[in-house]
């Protein structure tokens, strides 16, 4: 579906009259022919952001602007997968993980990453050649999404890190699809080539001999985990005041 091309640390995805759908670094809906994911170096602080992309775009000869997205990976560990009318590339890391308890107790990754700190991040590029609807684009995130938090959790041992990112896509000419979720041909398609280009990456970045994505995970030296607990009431109706439960 997209043709790839990486310079210097730039990974250009292009495909004419695409649109798009970015959670990352001024994101929102466009339409055009191009994405991008960028390697940021080691202690990367430039708060400048958009000028920093709009430069490391420059230097890569890349002159159209598109969605971008930043992660501290190499983009020698990119991997692309296909199924049907689908494609995924992603990038990860999982120097900074996002732990979310939910019964008994996890390992605590220390706190205080910087908020633009992207040394990890697991960047999910997944478009289709198929037209989507509104709905159904915003919702491919969903799915994306979901499948990327069910590998690393089975990979990593956690459903994400601090600064993860997807960018869907699909073709406003291809063949309408009404939606995406996970029982449509481009729903289960965009599962398993999340789920299979995020371990190819992992595996990639991460030797086995070493533990693997779970040992860099549990020694990570910054993250996060959410073990607030909120408050929870029942729905207020004509049958109940919303007491707590």
Do not use: I, Q
Request: glycine residues 12%.
């Amino acid at each position: 579906m997209f043709e790839s091309t990486v310079r210097d640390g730039v990974l250009r995805l292009r495909r004419p009259k695409t649109r798009w759908l970015s959670t990352g670094h001024a994101g929102g809906e466009s339409l055009g022919p191009v994405a991008y994911n960028v390697s940021v170096p080691e202690g990367w602080d430039d708060r400048d952001v958009d000028g920093y992309v709009e430069r490391r775009l420059a230097a890569a000869g890349f002159e159209r602007p598109g969605p971008t997205l930043l992660t501290g990976v190499s983009m020698r560990h990119a991997r692309r997968a296909r199924l049907g009318p689908v494609e995924a590339v992603v990038t990860a890391g999982v120097s900074n993980p996002a732990a979310l308890p939910v019964d008994g107790e996890l390992g605590r990754p220390a706190r205080g990453t910087p908020p633009d700190d992207h040394a990890g991040t697991v960047n999910v590029l997944v478009g289709t050649t198929r037209s989507l609807g509104p709905g159904a684009l915003a919702n491919l995130v969903a799915v994306a999404a979901e499948a990327k938090a069910t590998t690393l959790l089975s990979r990593a041992g956690v459903p994400g890190t601090t600064t993860d990112a997807v960018v869907a896509a699909c073709d406003p000419a291809g063949d309408r699809a009404s939606y995406s979720g996970s029982a449509t041909d481009v729903g289960g398609a965009a599962r398993a080539c999340v789920r299979d280009a995020l371990c190819a990456s992992l595996d990639s970045r991460y030797a086995e001999d070493d533990g693997g994505a779970t040992a860099a995970a549990a020694d990570a030296p910054y993250g996060v985990v959410t073990d607030e607990r909120a408050s929870v009431s029942r729905v207020l109706t004509a049958e109940n005041d919303g007491e707590a439960l």
